[in-house]
């Protein structure tokens, strides 16, 4: 395997830094995110986490900036749509970059899946925690002592990479549309989001299924523009307007005074607030939810910070030019399928060390669940450290 030194040493000029840092830090806020606001649950022989965020007030904020899944969706945009230009440039057929690029993503997922279906096999033989689902034949299960992704540990990345692995499939398509039809695949995208909210929340809830399609391809499409130059030539107002509109939207959409002219139909549409959550996050506290499927808000949520990384991008280029903090980008970004599939096997197994201890029992939101959480970043992250200096080598390319 190629040493990160060795990786930023043949990092040539024309390569976009910036993306890569954007890449990097929007896994590591994921990782951070997951950990931060678990509550724990251990009953019943079954371990499960689920997020503080529906009964700490306030903590609904922390998801306005640390939802960055639009941001990762950007930056895959660029990424697709260059490698589909360096192998179309090869000669190559679509299949054979599609080939490529899934390669890349399940040879170091066929691991982790494979690892943990021999886990599973054992637990079943040993009988090791309560039998969950999906239900296989008679009594028998898949799953034993966690519930299936993406609710708990450790399944819940596998639901991202299952959507991401069909982004990655149809890039040929959405590169061809960017090239054909510019800008008017993003208008359309957002008039059908808009659309499917509409539909979705006043006629029938499957109509907001579709801003599966509508919201979270957007970021990808941008990401189009910024690999063929097009967001560089956009006057930087624009991206000052991208993170108003998108702050002013989200106040706007979350507070109910928008909504009370509608009067009591708008419980119908929100059930139990009568209007959007603030959160950018599912949470069971809530009926609705503003990523499960994505809504306007989570479209407003990747408005502004894409709008807020287009402004911050020259000063990042300039500070990536130093050579520590490129060695680090480096670093994250030759581990990023690790760091990302095995952060909740890392959760799991600091649950398994310090539940025992007494730590992980405190209501989320509570005063001695706050005093906890250094530990629930410290002690999972010195976990999947280990994680990936064994599993790293799956990913990191070949000398």
């Known amino acids: 395997m190629a040493s990160i030194e060795e990786l930023a040493a043949a990092t040539p000029v024309t390569r976009d830094r910036v993306v890569d840092l954007l890449r990097g830090v929007s896994i590591l806020a994921v990782i951070f995110g997951h950990w931060f606001i678990g509550v724990v649950s251990w009953q019943g022989g079954v371990i499960r986490t689920t997020s503080a965020i529906g009964v700490t007030p306030g903590l609904w904020l922390l998801t306005w900036v640390f939802q960055v899944m639009p941001i990762f969706f950007f930056v895959g945009g660029y990424a697709n749509a260059t490698a589909y230009a360096s192998s179309a440039a090869r000669g190559e057929s679509p299949v054979a970059f599609v080939r490529r690029r899934v390669t890349r993503l399940l040879r170091p997922s066929l691991v982790f899946v494979g690892i943990w279906a021999v886990i599973q096999l054992a637990m079943h033989l040993f009988d090791i925690g309560s039998p969950t689902a999906p239900t296989l034949w008679g009594e028998t299960t898949l799953l034993r002592g966690v519930r299936p992704p993406p609710q708990t540990v450790p399944f819940g990345p596998m639901w991202f990479l299952a959507f991401y692995l069909v982004v990655v499939t149809i890039a040929p398509l959405t590169v061809a549309l960017h090239k054909r039809f510019g800008w008017k695949v993003i208008w359309i995208m957002v008039v059908g989001a808009v659309a499917a909210d509409v539909a979705g929340f006043t006629v029938d ?109 020259p000063r990042l280029a300039r500070w990536l030019e130093r050579p520590k903090p490129w060695r680090f980008t480096i670093g994250v970004n030759a581990t990023i399928m690790t760091l990302f599939l095995w952060h909740m096997t890392a959760f799991l197994l600091a649950v398994l060390a310090l539940w025992p201890m007494g730590f992980g029992r405190a209501e989320g939101g509570a005063a001695r669940w706050w005093l906890e959480r250094p530990v629930w970043i410290v002690v999972p992250g010195l976990i999947l450290a280990g994680l990936v200096a064994a599993f790293s080598r799956f990913e990191r390319p070949r000398r």
């Open 205 to 313: 809830s499957v109509w907001r299924w579709f801003n599966v399609v509508f919201v979270l391809l957007l970021p990808h499409q941008l990401g189009h523009f910024l690999a063929d130059g097009s967001l560089d030539r956009v006057p930087r107002r624009v991206f000052w307007w991208m993170v108003g509109a998108g702050l002013v939207g989200l106040v706007l959409l979350t507070n109910p005074l928008i909504f009370e002219p509608f009067g009591a139909i708008r419980f119908e549409w929100f059930p139990g607030i009568g209007y959007y959550p603030k959160s950018l996050t599912g949470v069971d506290q809530e009926l609705v939810s503003n990523a499960y499927p994505p809504t306007l808000c989570y479209l407003l949520g990747g408005v502004w910070t894409i709008g807020a990384a287009m402004l911050l991008r």
